[in-house]
């Protein structure tokens, strides 16, 4: 089992920045891809970004030039630094882990509340 906790969510005004940040623990050494989504309301669950163990990383439209996505292997953490916040950008944001390869789980933390006032 892989635990995941989120923290750095809260409230911010649009253009200002902020640090997302998620630590795996329990039985981590399987992980490869972790990452974000987010889930604003009335909305469906998207993808923000994520990133494998190598480091190859996937942002979704609306993330691609204002968030950057990082870990810290020997951490097990995963980061996601949010720049010029927009409204649209609250949401509840989850972190997310793949584990395994032939046999594969996936794991979400609780998510983090993330509220951008215009």
């Known amino acids: 089992q892989v635990q995941l906790v989120e923290s750095g969510g809260g409230l911010v005004q649009s253009g200002e920045s902020l640090r997302l940040s998620c630590v795996a623990t329990?039985?981590?050494?399987?992980?490869?891809?972790m990452g974000w989504y987010r889930q604003a309301p009335g909305k469906e669950r998207e993808l923000v970004a994520v990133i494998t163990s190598g480091g190859t990383t996937t942002y979704a439209d609306s993330a691609k030039d204002r968030f950057t996505i990082s870990r810290d292997n020997a951490k097990n953490t995963v980061y996601l630094q949010m720049n010029s916040v927009k409204p649209e950008d609250t949401a509840v944001y989850y972190c997310?882990?793949?584990?395994?390869?032939?046999?594969?789980?996936?794991?979400w933390g609780k998510g983090t509340l993330v509220t951008v006032s215009s």
């Open positions: 329990g039985s981590t050494l399987g992980i490869n891809t």
């Open positions: 997310y882990a793949r584990w395994g390869s032939t046999y594969v789980r996936l794991y």
